[in-house]
């Protein structure tokens, strides 16, 4: 079945609204917002910290507030009481973009919040529709640079539209960006033929969609060649250097107590690095992750240098 894990995750979700029902909720109990609608990989993501959060004797509820780029949910956990009970579940699209790009939805700025763990990270595909005139990446560059109509490309955070804008730029060109809210939606309108192009998670899903001739691979955007994509190509591999992944982690606001920060970079570290939280996250194609809080502000500031110098650039263009 094409969606079998669209259907697997809508499931899982359920399950966790009935498991969160059934929590004695108390002063104690964590909210971890999600500022995407209640499918795709943010919501996955949280939905396994918080079914895993159990097992450490914690209380945890997942709260979906999508809307305004998921800055909606963002501002709300930045304007949150910094007492480690709010946390976002998010990652670069929202802490890191959303300041840089200076958007007016966006009521909090990069010291607005604090990095309280890692969680999993995964890669981006390029796709196009079947019967789009390009097999390749190079074909794919070929026919942006000379068709303006074929052009319009699907996206659904910040940081994808950058990697969107960095992708045309290798054909000297801009694309035409369409918003969407999450990535379901996105892929039923490759399939039936109203978008050209998006960029979706290189997931599982992608691929079933791929052997099935309901879509095509053009790159991905990892800074090797991935196995279960074998023949499609990199982005790096035209312009060396140029690679993306996504990343979610969980945030806290600024003025949280560092011994709470601690405390719970503690606990979500022995969720992250459980074996069975690993097998269940690999199964929907990301990657668990596990960094120590140096780790952590190191990777964040260097995320945040990362799409600055890319915005930059994408300005000068």
Known sequence: ????????????????????????????????????????????????????????GTAMIVSHKPGGERMLGTNFVAAAVPDGKTLLVGGTSEVIMGPLLNLPVVKFDKDSFVPVSSAVVGTYAIIVRNDFPANNLKEFISVISKDPLSRQTGAFSSSSKLVINSTFSLANVKPDIISYIG???????????????????????????????????????????????????????????????????????????K?????????????????????????????????????????????????ARLIEQSKNK
């Open 1 to 56: 079945m094409i969606f079998n894990k669209i259907a697997a995750m809508s499931l899982l979700i359920a399950a966790t609204s009935s498991f969160a029902a059934g929590l004695e909720i108390g002063n104690d109990t964590i909210t971890l917002v999600v500022p995407s609608p209640p499918s795709g990989s943010t919501s996955f993501t949280a939905v396994k910290l918080a079914q895993f959060s159990v097992n450490n």
């Open 183 to 257: 990535e379901n939606q996105l892929l039923m309108d490759i399939i039936s033929g109203n978008l050209p192009i998006a960029l979706a998670p290189s997931s599982s899903r992608v691929k079933e969609l791929m052997l099935l001739k309901k879509l095509k691979v053009i790159a991905v955007t990892s800074p090797e060649r991935l196995p279960e994509f074998p023949g499609v190509s990199t982005l790096a591999e035209i312009e060396p250097g140029l690679s993306f992944q996504y990343y979610f982690g969980v945030w806290a606001p600024a003025g949280t107590p």
């Open 259 to 307: 011994d709470k920060i601690i405390e719970l970079h503690a606990m979500f570290s022995k969720i992250t690095s459980d074996p069975k939280f690993i097998s269940e996250v690999t199964s929907m194609d990301i990657r668990a992750v596990t960094m120590t809080l140096p780790e952590l502000n190191s990777h964040t500031a260097s995320q945040r240098k990362f799409y």
